[in-house]
């Protein structure tokens, strides 16, 4: 998945803090390119989680988020 989202420039947007998290950093380490990972804990209400993408995606600058990883709720 991170492979793909890299190679379309897309962001990821995941429940999957077990593993997806791991394979991210080590991607980092390796220097490979990751638009941004965004984790969000499966217990959130998804009005939060989609105002706070909203928010995201309104006040981002392009690549803000290169190699990233982001945990939702922002607040």
């Known amino acids: 998945m991170l492979a793909w989202a890299a190679s379309e420039g897309r962001a990821l947007l995941t429940h999957d ?30 009005r939060d989680v989609i105002d706070d993408i909203i928010l995201l995606a309104q006040c981002s600058l392009e690549d803000e988020w290169e190699g990233q990883v982001i945990y939702l709720p922002l607040r």
């Open 17 to 46: 803090a077990a593993t997806m998290t791991t394979f991210a950093y080590d991607r980092g380490a390796q220097k490979k390119r990751m638009p941004g990972r965004f984790e969000v804990g499966s217990h959130l209400a998804v």
